[in-house]
């Protein structure tokens, strides 16, 4: 069953933060990010993988809360290379499969 | 990370023809699946590449459409069959590194059907 993201779409302008959600109704494994730029093949950001995880490289960061079944990805200080669609990807408990969320679009402007 | 490479990377086709898609990853890929992604759309998974035995459809798609071959563990092909403009899309093949499990993909063939 497809996660749900939310918000659908983020405008923000440089420095600023965001937040995005990604909740599922099943019981996850793991919880992936990927950010998908315009005529470009998703590219993978960060995998969670316990419940309470957080992990985080440079300004972008989430968390998954596993007995929520919920994640979300933190972006600080947002850069114009931040712009893009950012997937959250889930992976059912016993499961090998990646199913994706309906994508949060992000627009960073200067 | 590991390195896939689909082509072609686009076609133009006619209604009712065939088009095959090929995919060759790296050794460290252990699963490989096949995404479509509409324009502005999520990510769907077709189906799971199985090494030599066939593979595992999603809900909605099915083995005379999309017919997926995966002779070793590093080639796949997907071929759309008897094709129709609602078959334009972007194919993505799509594999997993064995130890994190973190996804990788092509660069997608973007498919048009006329």
């Known amino acids: 069953q497809q996660p749900v993201q939310s918000p659908q779409a983020v405008i923000l302008r440089e420095g600023e933060d965001a937040v995005i959600n990604c909740s599922s109704s099943k019981a996850l494994y793991s919880v992936h990010w990927y950010r998908q730029k315009h005529g470009e093949a998703p590219v993978f950001l960060m995998i969670l993988l316990k419940g309470g995880e957080q992990k985080g490289h440079d300004k972008i960061s989430a968390s998954f809360n596993e007995k929520k079944q919920q994640s979300s990805l933190y972006l600080t200080a947002s850069q114009l290379s931040y712009s893009g669609t950012y997937f959250c990807g889930t992976r059912d408990t016993g499961g090998f499969k990646t199913i994706f969320g309906a994508g949060t679009r992000l627009f960073v402007k200067a | 990370s590991a390195v896939i490479s689909q082509k072609p990377s686009r076609d133009i086709c006619q209604r009712g023809t065939s088009l095959t898609i090929q995919c060759q990853v790296d050794s460290q890929v252990t699963m490989m699946f096949w995404y479509r992604q509409q324009p502005g759309q999520s990510l769907t998974l077709i189906a799971t590449?199985?090494?030599?035995?066939?593979?595992?459809?999603e809900s909605g798609f099915v083995i005379d459409k999309f017919p997926i071959s995966r002779p070793n563990l590093t080639f796949s092909t997907l071929t759309v069959s008897n094709m129709s403009p609602e078959d334009s899309s972007i194919y993505l093949c799509?594999?997993?590194?064995?130890?994190?499990?973190?996804?990788?993909f092509g660069e997608g063939s973007r498919l048009t059907v006329l």
């Open positions: 590449a199985n090494q030599g035995s066939e593979a595992t459809y």
């Open positions: 799509s594999g997993r590194a064995g130890g994190t499990g973190e996804l990788f």
